[in-house]
């Protein structure tokens, strides 16, 4: 959002100067890059030169036998065709396209009806929909396991109870939307809780006016709300795309449970990971980390493309 | 506990976030491209003279008199006992211990230190089949000169062939624990189902399908897809030899040896007729099965007793201990499944105090058998293998048997020329990837070997090996 610029002072109209700024001006900057300066230089250490590094990586080979050798984009080559890397971008975009409208979808339910204001234990919804995303991973996982379990888990406890066999959640069929389940349930009060500031920030001029025209609580949300908050629909939007592309924690996780579902390259991330660590291999994992980082900003451009097309033509 | 949670603790890995950038991080930090990287090991420690002379007692004494702060990465449970025992013999010499994760955690870590050429330990838990991946790119120093004479003969002597060099000319750790096979099985079951202790795997596989079909809840054994430790060592009883490195540039690939496909057909054989389960081992469903009855027995290792007390204590007195099946009746073969040893890293700066360290934990006669009673390693150490306060102790678990005693005997009954790749990490993750998936699908364990072998004859080319199948 723009500040807004009244505290401005009229400059009198003076012949520019040859070069440079005055010397007020100049210490105003000096300070303001100086009260920057912590953040850059943390930013330029821990990401802009590792990402370099990774970069210059990615160009080189190190073999167990034979030491290290320029190979220029061979490993980028290489990660074109291996199915490994291939099959998880495959399995992160069905991820995408099923699992993200569910949770955006329900975030924003979750959002509007509080904000609706029309719950009696307001705080306490909103705070539970939202302890999910403060549980820490390994501790998500380690419920879940159980939650899923097929031997003592509830729902394998329930069918037995209706005679039904055990819905096996941890199968080869079941594990993606198993994943799903869980990443929703972890992010959702996340996102419930970007897009209910983003309502709670509309003008309640706009609510007049909708109510003067007419309008109930359902034609509020779908003429009002909605579009006043898409900014941060497109920003909860392009996070998700991230995150998934990024999936690492929980089948990383419920790999323990699963060990022979959830492979080394599960997810482009996992497997990266375990080139480098395992394979020993830190040139090509660093060359599919680029390459992942490449995915999503793609993805990501598209989304963010298309979205601002469609503001406007609307 | 120190050899049955290898590769499966990858709890930690979630400690790293997953984003990309720090992937890239990560990658970062662990890599080098320094050419003489792979050199560099050989500057290590100073007593690593160009021969291996023996360093003198007054060396030692006087490195064991020098204030000296050493650092020991190791999962062992409790092994600050240990620690602090040594430090009373040596009190100039501080010891801190160190837990970075157990198992793959662990050797993520101290690889990462060793390439990073700073942070590394002086003296490391390794297992067994890992010590070659590290003696590859000279990580390990040579304790030759270290080790009074005849320090080999103190050990059992297979174990002792694990933990030298390929040449066998270096000595690269000191045993610490070892896991040669048995077959654990409930008493009570399989006489309520009216089946006898299979002595050979014929019979273990009738006994099997007559269990299910007897007792529908419970299975005989499980075999789990994810602990390629496990299936390895069922290799290296049959007789198979799948492994082998020269310490040079050639490594031996052989994992669909007749033997091999032998064991493979065989398990396949019972998981196509559902004669035995396929669950993952060590997580929480796994130690309900073994508590509840759903496993009747379990294909074991010498760790394997005391673990299961803990575990299923409920079922105490109900368990029994037999040698594990045999391909042909009569024979006694067993192999090793976990065991590992502590290993000085060449670079550290004070390899005479690491080395004693290392020795004196595992040579101790007071410490090993402490290790062996209290932390339930099994022993490698002759003296202790032997020792009354061992051997004699009747469990009570498993009805007053001798079960110490009857390990104790499998023991000798273990091949000693099973070799290992220099990438051990990398050959079992391959292995869950392909046998494990059929072992946990119900595949053809058979053509899962050949894809065992591709994959491992892929990498081990891509990374320069020369391979010989």
């Known amino acids: ?314 | 506990m120190s050899n049955r949670t290898h590769h499966r603790s990858r709890r930690g890995a979630a400690l790293v976030s997953g984003a990309a950038v720090l992937t890239l991080a990560l990658a970062a930090c662990s890599g080098s491209v320094d050419t003489d990287d792979s050199s560099s090991g050989g500057s290590g420690g100073d007593g690593e003279a160009a021969t291996a002379e023996l360093v003198s007692q007054e060396e030692i004494d006087e490195a064991m008199s020098t204030p000296t702060k050493l650092t020991f990465w190791t999962w062992v449970p409790d092994i600050q006992n240990q620690v602090d025992m040594f430090e009373a013999e040596y009190p100039e010499i501080d010891v801190e211990v160190v837990n970075v994760g157990q198992g793959q955690e662990h050797y993520k870590k101290l690889r990462s230190a060793l390439q990073a050429g700073q942070g590394a330990p002086d003296v490391a838990q390794v297992e067994f089949q890992m010590i070659q991946s590290f003696a590859l790119g000279d990580n390990l120093l040579d304790l030759t000169p270290y080790l009074p004479e005849g320090t080999g003969d103190e050990y059992v002597p297979w174990v002792w062939e694990q933990i030298k060099s390929t040449d066998g000319s270096k000595v690269f750790a000191v045993p610490q624990d070892s896991g040669p096979m048995g077959l654990l099985y409930r008493t009570d079951l399989l006489e309520d189902a009216g089946i006898d202790v299979p002595e050979t795997w014929d019979e273990f596989g009738q006994a099997a399908r007559d269990l299910r079909e007897a007792n529908p809840d419970a299975y005989l054994a499980d075999l789990p897809g994810n602990d390629m430790g496990q299936f390895t060592a069922l290799l290296w009883q049959a007789g198979a030899r799948p492994f082998g490195w020269d310490g040079g540039e050639t490594v031996t690939i052989d994992v669909t040896s007749d033997e091999a496909t032998q064991v493979a057909q065989f398990w396949g054989d019972l998981i196509a007729d559902d004669a035995i389960a396929v669950d993952p081992d060590f997580n929480d469903a796994w130690y309900q099965g073994l508590a509840n009855g759903k496993y009747a027995g379990w294909t074991a290792a010498a760790w394997g007793p005391v673990f299961l007390q803990g575990t299923a204590g409920n079922t105490s007195g109900n368990w029994g201990a037999a040698p594990i099946p045999q391909w042909e009746s009569g024979q006694q073969i067993s192999a090793n499944w976990g065991g590992s040893s502590d290993a000085v890293m060449a670079s550290s700066e004070n390899p005479i105090a690491a080395s004693q360290l290392a020795l004196w934990i595992n040579n101790d006669p007071e410490s090993t058998l402490r290790l062996a009673n209290e932390q339930f390693l099994f022993p490698t150490l002759v003296e202790t293998l032997e020792d009354p306060a061992f051997v004699d102790q009747e469990a009570e678990f498993y009805g007053g048997e001798k079960v110490n005693a009857k390990f104790a005997e499998y023991s000798t009954w273990v091949d000693a020329d099973f070799a290992w790749l220099p990438f051990m990490d990398l050959a079992y993750s391959e292995g869950e990837e392909t046998v494990g998936k059929a072992i946990a699908e119900g595949g053809d364990l058979v053509a899962a070997l050949q894809a065992w072998q591709d994959a491992l004859v892929a990498y081990a080319e891509q990374q320069g090996f020369t391979v010989e199948q």
């Open chain 1, 1 to 314: 959002m723009s500040t807004k610029t009244t505290a401005v002072p009229s400059r009198p109209t003076q012949a520019p100067r040859k070069r440079g700024a005055s010397p007020m001006k100049r210490r105003q900057n000096a300070a303001a890059y100086s009260m920057v300066a912590p953040f850059l230089v943390i930013f330029v250490l821990m990401l802009v030169v590792p990402l370099f590094y990774a970069g210059y990586l990615s160009l080189f080979q190190d073999r167990l036998v034979g030491g290290v050798s320029f190979v220029g984009l061979e490993n980028y080559v290489r990660a074109l065709q291996d199915p490994s890397f291939l099959g998880g971008v495959l399995r992160m975009v069905k991820f995408l396209l099923i699992q993200v409208p569910i949770m955006l979808g329900l975030a924003l339910v979750f959002a509007l009806v509080l904000d609706a204001g029309i719950l009696y234990a307001q705080r306490f919804v909103r705070l539970g929909i939202f302890v999910p995303y403060a549980v820490p991973g390994v501790v998500a996982a380690l419920m879940w396991g159980y939650l899923y379990g097929p031997d003592f888990g509830p729902a394998a406890q329930i069918a037995e109870k209706l005679g039904l066999p055990a819905p096996d959640f941890l199968s080869n069929e079941w594990m993606l939307g198993s994943i799903m389940n869980v990443v929703t349930w972890e992010f959702v009060g996340y996102n419930m809780i970007i897009l209910y500031a983003a309502l709670r920030s509309i003008p309640s001029e706009l609510y007049d006016a909708a109510a003067v025209d007419g309008a109930g609580k359902v034609r509020t949300a779908w003429s009002i709300k909605i579009p006043s908050i898409r900014p941060a629909l497109i920003l909860t939007l392009i996070f998700s795309v991230i995150g998934t592309f990024q999936l690492f924690n929980e089948p990383n996780l419920l790999r323990s449970l699963a060990p022979n579902v959830i492979g080394v390259d599960y997810t482009p991330n996992l497997y990266a990971y375990n080139l480098a660590f395992i394979n020993r291999d830190v040139n090509y994992a660093a060359a599919i980390a680029f390459l992942l980082g490449f995915v999503i900003m793609v993805v990501s451009y598209v989304v963010q493309l298309s979205a601002q097309r469609k503001e406007r033509a609307a």
